[in-house]
């Protein structure tokens, strides 16, 4: 008789994301966009150290591979700051370990907690009605 197998359940499966993540951490390069925002009358571009102001022009975002056009932003469209995907620094590398690997789950559920009891509760509330 031939044993069935079967596909691993949601636990083993979150435990490995969370081993491929960590396993990332020491692989891949860390670092940040560089973020541009609309101040007055001209582009902020905000930077690991500084802020750059920019000319409010078409011919900025062109530069920067920006595919948007210049007039979203003078009327207000886009108000949360945009990131510029060619300009990018590193940042200082925070490699998880095994103690963090054993912590991620725990700290997901403290984080999310809240959302875990209106999950409960409703539930709950459906058993009643």
């Not at 491929?20 to 582009?43: E, M, R």
């Not at 000319?55 to 210049?70: A, E, F, H, W």
């Not at 469209?77 to 590398?93: Q, V, W």
Request: proline share 5%.
């Amino acid at each position: 008789m031939s044993a069935k197998k079967s596909f691993p359940g949601p636990l083993v499966i979150l435990m490995c994301v969370i081993i491929l993540a960590a396993i990332g951490t020491w692989l891949l390069p860390a670092g940040q966009y560089n973020k541009l925002s609309v101040t007055g009358q001209s582009f902020t571009m905000t930077t690991d150290s500084s802020e750059i102001a920019l000319p409010l022009t078409q011919k900025t975002l062109d530069s920067l591979g920006i595919q948007i056009k210049v007039q979203k932003f003078i009327d207000g469209d886009i108000r949360k700051p945009r990131f510029c995907a060619r300009l990018i620094y590193e940042t200082k590398r925070n490699p998880q370990g095994f103690i963090s690997i054993l912590q991620a789950p725990i700290k997901g559920i403290i984080d999310s907690v809240d959302i875990i009891l209106f999950i409960l509760i409703i539930g709950g509330f459906h058993v009643c009605i």
